[in-house]
């Protein structure tokens, strides 16, 4: 790629100022959208960004060269940060090493990544007082190939109906791919094991209710190509997904995008982008605004996953599918 002659912009983040150098460079093909227009769309949905990201660690997926180019998966915070950003030091047993993670508190941070090529921003569950308990279940319903978006759509409404029945408040999102999200805040008085389980549990539940359009079968080889699993493993220790308002590293740009659960029958994720979401911003606030507000005890779930134990229900490997 040639070098960019575009001169550095330099924009005021609250108290702080931040440099984004190379600002014309197109980090989205299909789109058009560049490294500036990403670093926009971030301060247009300020608040809701800091929101999902306050006080969690954070890995972030950069593009140095554009999201054709090839992606970083960074757990570190990039050299050279400026003495203002804030980090949490992270442990990986199955490294036997720590990384300091970066930590937002402020938007200044989130746009500070954006000038280090960061697109996405994957937040552990769990926050910087309290590293291994985490404070928000995840719900993920993962389209496998064939999967056509309507049965994702149909699995989303009986994975309603069973928090429901457990009188938890779900909030959904769409992944910025082809699937959706469901995030849960819990108590944090569980480490990843115990959430894990508790995620498996209610997954096999939904698959109850709905068998012909799910799965929560383990390898991905033996899955049916054309349902929905519901990948609780996205709750074990160190696995994490775009946040709300994440962009994806998409060419067209899309961003993880919180929905009321009534647009989920008419939403097409496809249209959810950095040029689309800030005026719907704009017009409905932050749609997961309360979900600090609405913590759920994960105990129901976790008698569930003892019964399943009791009746010989098996359980996932550790680690990786």
Same mark, same amino acid.
């Given at each position: 790629?040639a070098? %960019?002659s575009?001169p550095?912009?330099?924009?005021?983040?609250?108290? #702080?100022?931040v440099r984004i150098?190379n600002p &014309?460079?197109?980090?989205?093909?299909?789109?058009g +959208?560049?490294?500036? /227009?990403l670093a926009?769309y971030?301060?247009?949905?300020?608040?809701?960004i800091?929101?999902a990201?306050r006080?969690?660690?954070c890995?972030? !997926?950069?593009?140095?060269?554009?999201v *054709?180019?090839?992606k970083?998966h960074?757990?570190? @915070?990039?050299h050279?940060?400026?003495p203002?950003?804030?980090t949490?030091?992270?442990?990986f047993?199955?490294?036997?090493r720590?990384?300091?993670? @970066? =930590?937002?508190t402020e938007l200044?941070?989130v746009i500070w990544?954006?000038?280090m090529s960061?697109v996405?921003?994957h937040?552990?569950?769990?926050?910087r007082?309290d590293t291994?308990?985490?404070?928000?279940?995840?719900?993920?319903? /993962?389209?496998?190939? %064939? =999967?056509?978006? &309507?049965r994702?759509? #149909?699995v989303? !409404?009986? +994975?309603?109906e069973v928090l429901?029945?457990?009188g938890?408040?779900?909030?959904p999102k769409?992944s910025g791919?082809?699937?959706?999200?469901?995030?849960v805040r819990?108590t944090?008085? !569980?480490g990843?094991t115990d959430?894990?389980r508790?995620?498996?549990?209610f +997954?096999?539940?939904?698959?109850r209710?709905a068998?012909d %359009?799910?799965t929560t079968t383990w390898w991905r080889?033996?899955? /049916?190509?054309?349902l929905?699993f519901?990948?609780?493993n996205?709750? +074990? #220790?160190?696995?994490?997904?775009?946040? *709300?308002?994440?962009?994806r590293?998409?060419p067209?740009?899309?961003?993880?995008?919180p929905?009321r659960?009534?647009e989920? &029958?008419?939403?097409?994720?496809r249209d =959810?982008t950095? !040029?689309?979401?800030?005026?719907r911003?704009?017009?409905?606030? /932050?749609l997961?605004a309360?979900?600090?507000? *609405?913590?759920?005890? @994960?105990?129901?779930?976790?008698?569930?996953?003892?019964? &399943?134990?009791?009746?010989g229900?098996?359980?996932?490997?550790?680690?990786d599918?």
């Amino acid at each position: 790629m040639a070098p %960019d002659s575009s001169p550095a912009v330099e924009l005021e983040v609250g108290s #702080r100022t931040v440099r984004i150098s190379n600002p &014309d460079r197109v980090y989205f093909p299909a789109s058009g +959208a560049t490294k500036l /227009d990403l670093a926009n769309y971030y301060l247009a949905v300020g608040d809701g960004i800091v929101r999902a990201l306050r006080e969690r660690p954070c890995m972030l !997926h950069r593009y140095p060269t554009g999201v *054709a180019g090839e992606k970083v998966h960074q757990k570190r @915070l990039p050299h050279g940060a400026p003495p203002w950003m804030e980090t949490v030091e992270v442990y990986f047993p199955r490294f036997g090493r720590t990384a300091d993670e @970066l =930590c937002v508190t402020e938007l200044a941070h989130v746009i500070w990544a954006v000038q280090m090529s960061t697109v996405e921003f994957h937040p552990w569950n769990s926050r910087r007082a309290d590293t291994e308990s985490p404070d928000e279940w995840r719900i993920d319903l /993962d389209p496998m190939p %064939d =999967c056509p978006f &309507d049965r994702v759509r #149909r699995v989303a !409404h009986v +994975a309603r109906e069973v928090l429901d029945e457990l009188g938890a408040v779900g909030w959904p999102k769409t992944s910025g791919g082809s699937g959706l999200h469901v995030y849960v805040r819990i108590t944090p008085e !569980h480490g990843f094991t115990d959430v894990r389980r508790a995620a498996l549990a209610f +997954a096999r539940e939904v698959e109850r209710r709905a068998p012909d %359009d799910v799965t929560t079968t383990w390898w991905r080889r033996d899955r /049916d190509p054309s349902l929905v699993f519901v990948d609780y493993n996205q709750n +074990a #220790r160190d696995h994490t997904i775009a946040s *709300a308002y994440s962009v994806r590293g998409t060419p067209g740009a899309t961003v993880s995008t919180p929905l009321r659960w009534d647009e989920i &029958d008419d939403v097409d994720p496809r249209d =959810c982008t950095v !040029h689309t979401v800030p005026a719907r911003y704009a017009e409905l606030g /932050d749609l997961h605004a309360g979900i600090d507000d *609405a913590v759920f005890d @994960l105990a129901p779930l976790l008698q569930w996953a003892e019964r &399943d134990e009791r009746d010989g229900a098996p359980a996932p490997p550790d680690g990786d599918e």
